[in-house]
């Protein structure tokens, strides 16, 4: 691994071919630690097992499209994705490397924008987001929970973003689908 993956400050991976983790750089440990990351999220735990096992299923098919749009481009692509913590809103950019072809993708996440969060802050009342099957939607891009009832208003409840439930599950909302996916994500038929 080139020295410059090895020191960077970002979080930086090895996919194999077949978009298996193959490298994390000492980053990769440091953000995770950094962001209460359970031991199953650091590297020695992922490496060797699919990337997109990682991936939560509403953006699978986007990252299964980038990477195909890497190798045919035979040329770097990136694609902006927010990772915020119930405290602190944050965009990264991903940039995937393509190697030479049958060696796979070298990936680098840099922070872009960084500043304390300003969004409106709503209270955990499961009635109000837990649709008929008992789930609670959280786009797995900005973290905000569909409300019950209306499924294009998603809140802000920073206590469901610290603590996740087990019931909840996660999709993408209509903003991040818009802003960050439209070029991979078709069009989502409403759910209940």
Partial sequence: MPASVES???ACFCL???LEFCYCNPAWDRFA??????????????LHK??????????RENFIEL???????GRL????YECSSAQVFRVYRMQVYPLKPGSGFVVINSLRVVHPQTREVWEPDDASYCCKLGLIHMCANCRRARRNGDPE???????????PRPEMTHTVCPFCREYYYSAYL???????
Avoid: M
């Fill in 77 to 80: 692509q990136s694609q902006d």
């Fill in 8 to 10: 960077s400050p970002h």
């Fill in 186 to 192: 078709k069009p989502k038929e409403s759910a209940g």
């Fill in 153 to 163: 208003i998603w809140d802000w409840v920073p206590a469901y973003v610290e603590r």
């Fill in 50 to 59: 699919p990337f997109l096992q990682f991936v939560p299923e509403a953006l």
């Fill in 33 to 46: 630690r950094e962001n209460g990351g359970t031991p199953n999220v650091l590297a020695a735990s992922v």
């Fill in 16 to 18: 194999t071919e077949s």
């Fill in 67 to 73: 990477f195909r749009r890497v190798r045919a481009l």
